[in-house]
């Protein structure tokens, strides 16, 4: 079946330290990939999206590359703040099968100033 | 302003207990779902609806019912079937083929 894995938490940065976060997908056929971003005690906040093979989503200083060789949509920031500290969940879904979203277990970023 | 609301914020039950949580949206979306989230774990799909009138079991909807009579209200009830309720309930909404948003969350705890 569909599985997204992504990197194990928690992941503890110093303020403008460069962030990865990998995230490795299994499915059949080319699914859309997305980052989602969730604060504590709030729900879960779109950050940026992929859909096709090579495509780069962006925001806020954050970017995910869509690799289909290596079926990875890692997750990049140059610079870290400590208002990033957040867990970030990994993505996917087939448009044309409801549009279900398959989760990673989600990883801690918790950034120190 | 456009959004998804999820009440209540905090919901306690006790063991037997049927509760329903509310999932409200004003966005004019065709498609709702809900998930549960554990601690630690990434969100697993209760059950989603693409159309009034119409919804379909998740991966794990076993002890959870839902409703869709309007197109901006999802509810969903948590029944006593449900072995372990104590969770993180969250319902997200899409326009069919595009990306979903999610509510803030309801946090229900079993006495």
């Known amino acids: 079946g569909n599985s997204v894995t992504q990197m194990e938490g928690p992941v503890t940065l110093s303020e403008e330290a460069f962030l990865t976060i990998n995230c490795t997908y299994t499915?059949?056929?080319?699914?859309?990939l997305f980052w989602y971003v969730q604060y504590p005690g709030e729900g879960l906040q779109l950050l940026l999206k992929?859909?096709?093979?090579?495509d780069k989503g962006s925001n806020k200083g954050f970017e995910a590359t869509y690799r289909k060789e290596t079926t990875s949509f890692h997750l990049e920031k140059g610079s870290v703040q400590v208002s990033d500290s957040a867990v970030y969940f990994c993505?996917?879904?087939?448009?044309?099968?409801?549009?279900?979203?398959?989760f990673g277990q989600g990883t801690e970023l918790s950034v120190k100033p | 302003d456009g959004g998804i609301t999820q009440s209540p914020k905090y919901l306690f039950r006790k063991e037997g207990q049927n509760v329903t949580l509310s999932c409200e949206q004003n966005?004019?979306?065709?498609?709702m779902y809900w998930y549960r989230q554990d601690p630690g774990q990434g969100l697993r799909l209760i059950y989603y609806?693409?159309?009034?009138?119409?919804?379909q079991k998740g991966d794990i909807a076993e002890g959870y019912s839902v409703s869709r009579e309007k197109k901006e209200s999802f509810p969903l009830t948590v029944t006593s079937a449900q072995k372990n309720p104590t969770a993180f309930y969250l319902c997200?909404?899409?326009?069919?083929?595009?990306?979903?948003?999610f509510g803030p969350g309801t946090r229900l705890t079993v006495l």
């Open positions: 997200a909404s899409s326009i069919s083929g595009s990306e979903q948003f």
């Open positions: 499915a059949t056929g080319y699914p859309s």
């Open positions: 992929a859909t096709k093979a090579d």
């Open positions: 993505a996917l879904t087939f448009y044309n099968q409801g549009g279900k979203l398959i």
């Open positions: 966005l004019n979306h065709d498609a």
């Open positions: 609806s693409q159309i009034v009138n119409d919804f």
